[in-house]
C-alpha cells in the first residue's frame, strides 16, 4: 500500500512538473532592442539613432507582434498576428503591406515575408542566437520608391 502511494506521489509530481513545462512561456517571447552598432543596411542609409523595440508572444502555431520604431524621435507602431505555418495574415494599418507569412523553419528560425496583394516586398530571416540574448534579422526589402537594399539588425533581450 505504502508502495502504491509513493508511486501515485511520483506520479503526480511528474505530471504536474510536465504540464507545468508545457505552460511555459516560449524561450524568444519577451521585448527586443535594437543595437545600432552591429546593425547596418547595404545602401548605408540606416538611419544615426536607430531605435526599434520589438515585443513578441508565441503561441500554438501562433506569433502576436508588437513593434515601437522611435528612430529619429517620431514613433510608429507596428501589429499583428499570424500563425507560424507560412498561412498569410492580414497585416492591417501599413501603407506598403497588407499582408505577413511567418514560416517557422526551426526551432530558432523563422521566415517573414511582408506582402502587398501577395507580391513579396520584404522577405526576412530572424535567428534567434543560442545565447538566448539575442536576435538576428536579415532581409532584403524594396522601398516605396521601388529601391531594394539587404539589411541585417541585431536586437538583445531586454
Not at 89 to 94: H, R, S
Not at 102 to 129: A, H, N, S, Y
Amino acid at each position: 500500500m505504502l508502495k502504491r502511494s509513493l508511486l501515485s506521489a511520483a506520479l503526480g509530481a511528474t505530471l504536474l512538473m510536465t504540464a507545468g513545462q508545457a505552460l511555459a512561456a516560449n524561450p524568444h517571447d519577451g521585448a527586443w532592442v535594437s543595437v545600432e552598432e552591429k546593425s547596418y543596411w547595404s545602401d548605408g542609409n540606416l538611419p544615426k539613432g536607430f531605435k526599434l523595440t520589438i515585443n513578441l508572444k508565441f503561441g500554438d502555431n501562433k506569433l502576436e507582434y508588437h513593434s515601437v520604431n522611435t528612430t529619429g524621435g517620431r514613433e510608429f507602431k507596428t501589429d499583428y498576428l499570424t500563425s507560424l505555418d507560412g498561412t498569410p495574415a492580414i497585416f492591417n494599418d501599413q501603407a506598403r503591406f497588407n499582408q505577413v507569412s511567418v514560416k517557422q523553419l526551426g526551432p530558432d528560425e523563422f521566415q517573414i515575408l511582408k506582402m502587398k496583394d501577395g507580391d513579396v516586398i520584404v522577405g526576412e530571416f530572424w535567428t534567434f542566437r543560442p545565447d538566448g540574448k539575442t536576435l538576428v534579422r536579415r532581409g532584403v526589402g524594396k522601398s516605396p520608391e521601388g529601391r531594394s537594399k539587404a539589411y541585417q539588425e541585431t536586437f538583445v533581450r531586454q
